[in-house]
């Protein structure tokens, strides 16, 4: 189950003019030639510029004073007092005239910081290529989030799991000396339904009725049958990919089930794995998202599949590890708002007016937020539909903390599948250290039920969470946590929901091979372009080598000027063959008198 901070401007500090100008500009998150040989093969392998305020117009909007972080949209910004000093740093890169400073000079510039952008950024830095890489929030790890604090030592609040399949995340942990452990499915799994709790190994539920097995079957099976029609790599050739993708899930749904109970475990299953409704989702769009997932019972379960492990300190290790490795390359709280590719090189603009100029950039960020970036020339005209199209999902990720793994000695691991609509929580997972301490249940409030409690405040969810847990498990000790940690990712200005986008009906035959298509030096990456585990960690990393090989043949190649003239080796022969009877013969003149003489 994959994964993503959002705030606007809501300071009160600017004048209804301003405030209505800066509403256009929710802004988006944001090395030589030779190396087309030095990188492995991969076989898978708009909108009118308007310029923004600037900082000090900004400040003279602001009655009194200027306004702070919040006006790079990463939260927490309120209005300076005339005099009061600002961020340290801040100002030397803002010019308050508006002109835009010129940053540094690369091969390749790439948006965002999360595990596709880093990935790529690494493979091009190793292959000796310049790089700089821009990122909108003050951290790297897009969706992922490694929180660290005393209560928790940490939590990864956005994406964590992997598993078998997954080969190249693990390579890339492995490369960053970031070990897994196993998620801990040794007990019983809880099936809850009908207000009942039944014990069972496994996520899939176990049923005594003939004909409600029958039908949990046949879903399986169908799904997985239906899938391997489907092209990894391109769906919309799928045989009746027109007719699947005309249908929504639901419809699907309603066409292969005949009971209720495997209706509502198909809908839950659905929402599991996209963060997303069945009438939402095209059908051809979800049943390629299992396919490239491995199937239905890989993408959902823990034992060798999707869930099975995760990274000892956290998943933000990873893109926390690479920024280490490219030191400087990597730049923070600088949301692009500009990109020209109309001269020799690539010019990319930030919110901040500074200026990076690259041969090609690399668009890591999710597909819905390069919305908010202004491109010269414009993007094509399907693209910029494209990504109009795709929504993300909407997931709240919910982690409680007891004083010990009481459920442990009850038989439970510590996961349950919650079919209840009134329940906040759908599934869950044991999320305590592998070395047993800090014991806690992680728990994903999906979809309707995120928009239905997100007005809450964060203690009246721990409230309704806790409560249901003592329901499920039948213990009144899950009613008393020591310690409670939530992330909304629907609220994160810079991903716009979790863990991934998802295609409605009609969408993926109609524009979906425009996903991974480059528009004149940029190239595209992010999980959503991936052709294997799509929408996890593991897509990232395909992703974002992908779009690096990319752009390796694309560079120019550069000669100096002794490369491009000197001769061969039988041209120097013939060289020496012509000149060395030419300076004997100049000699002898000279010997003899016959040239003049100072």
Known sequence: MPRITSTSFRNG???????????????????????????????????????????????????????????LGLGGGRCREPGEPGRAGQGAAERADGAGAMGEKCDVVVLGAGISGMSAAKLLADSGLSVVVLEARDRVGGRTFTIRNKQVNYVDVGGAYVGPTQNRILRLAKELGINTYKVNIKERVIYHVKGKSYPLYGLFPTVWNPLVYLDYNNLWRKMD????????????????????????????????????????????????????????????????????????????????????????????????KIMQRLGGRVKLERPVVHIDQSGENVIVQTLNHEKYEGKYVISAIPPGLTTKIHFNPELPTKRNQLIQRLPMGSVIKCMVYYKEAFWRRMDYCGSMVIEDEEAPISITLDDTKPDGSVPAIMGFILTRKAFKLVHLSKEERKRKICEL???????????????????????????????????????????????????????????????????????????????????????????????????????????????TPMAALGLFAYKKGLLFRN
């Open 225 to 320: 049958e239906m899938g391997k029609e489907i092209p990894a790599e391109a769906p919309w050739d799928a045989p009746h990919a027109a007719e699947w993708d005309k249908m929504t899930m639901k419809e699907l749904i309603s066409k292969i089930c005949w009971t209720k109970a495997a209706r509502d475990f198909a809908t839950l299953f659905v929402n599991v794995n996209v963060t997303s409704e069945p009438h939402e989702v095209s059908a051809l769009w979800f049943l390629w998202y299992v396919k490239q997932c491995g199937g239905t019972t890989r993408i959902f379960s823990v034992t060798n599949g999707g869930q099975e492990r995760k990274f000892v300190g956290g998943s933000g290790q990873i893109t926390e």
């Open 469 to 579: 847990y003592a329901k499920v498990l039948g213990s009144e000790e899950a009613l008393h946590p020591v310690h409670y940690e939530e992330k909304n990712w629907s609220a994160e200005q810079y991903s716009g929901g979790c863990y991934t986008v998802y295609f409605p009906p009609g969408i993926m035959t109609q524009y979906g091979r425009i996903i991974r298509e480059s528009f004149g030096r940029i190239y595209f990456a992010g999980t959503e372009t991936a052709t294997q585990w799509s929408g996890y960690m593991e897509g990232a990393v395909q992703a974002g080598e992908r779009a690096a090989k990319e752009d390796v043949p694309a560079l120019p190649i550069t000669t100096t000027f002794w490369e491009r003239n000197l001769p061969s080796i039988p041209g120097l022969l013939m060289l020496v063959g012509v000149f």
């Open 13 to 71: 500090c600017f004048r209804a003019n301003v405030l209505l100008a800066a509403n256009l500009w929710a802004a988006p998150p944001g090395p030589s030639s030779r190396g087309s040989d030095m990188l492995p093969s991969d076989p898978t392998s708009s909108r009118p510029s308007v310029l923004p305020l600037t900082r000090g117009q900004k400040a003279a909007a602001s009655p009194g004073g200027a306004c702070d972080p919040d006006w």
